[in-house]
């Protein structure tokens, strides 16, 4: 298969519905941010620190679900594609729940505002949780207007899990930076 065809060319894509619409459609803002996110977390995988291999099964699940989060995103609400596609976990963000407490377990309480740093892993994970804020800001105003019924429960699914994910990216960030013995930088004016 070519990576290229050219039909981009003049400024349209496809959606995996099949559709062609504009390259800054709405849709394609929101998906488009969803891959830069999974891409981050790439590169917080290729940066994990030793002492945390551990965390790279739960990263390429997490991964695994941003593209089937995508899959919703690239798809138009109620377009036969859709029938294809399987609905997110109801429960998606009780697995993130899970992470987060482990990970805060270890930590000391919060005592201010954290700047972002450390460790290059930690750094990296930030840089995703920023993102993933981004992602899920684009998620609710294109949830807005979704008047199909299964299209917009699997959007509000979304939602809740990329809601969850920023705070376990935060947590993480923590976590990294603990197992490496680095303190966190507190904000200070």
């Known amino acids: 298969m070519k990576i290229y065809t050219g039909s981009g060319d003049r400024g ?21 941010d969803l891959d830069e996110l999974n891409a981050g977390i790439g590169a917080l995988i290729a940066s994990l620190p030793q002492g945390c291999d551990d965390l790279r099964p739960e990263l390429h699940e997490i991964q695994s679900e941003l593209f089937a989060i995508g899959a919703w995103l690239a798809t138009a609400p109620g377009a ?54 981004r992602t899920e800001r684009r998620v609710v105003r294109l949830a807005a207007g979704v008047t199909d019924a299964a299209a917009a429960e699997q959007m509000k699914r979304a939602i809740v899990y990329l809601n969850r994910l920023s705070d376990y990216f935060f947590v993480l960030a923590r976590h990294i930076n603990r197992v490496q013995g680095i303190e966190d930088r507190l904000w200070k004016r």
Do not use: Q
Request: glycine share 14%; charged share 25%.
């Open 12 to 32: 349209k894509t496809s959606l995996f519905s099949g559709e062609r619409v504009p390259k800054d459609n709405e849709r394609i803002e929101t998906y488009g």
């Open 80 to 133: 036969p594609a859709a029938a294809a596609l399987l609905p997110l976990d109801p429960d998606g963000a009780a697995g993130l729940e899970r992470g987060i407490d482990r990970f805060d377990a270890g930590l000391p309480p919060l005592a201010g505002f954290i700047l972002p740093g450390g460790h290059p892993g930690a750094a990296w994970a930030h840089i995703a949780r920023t993102v993933c804020r």
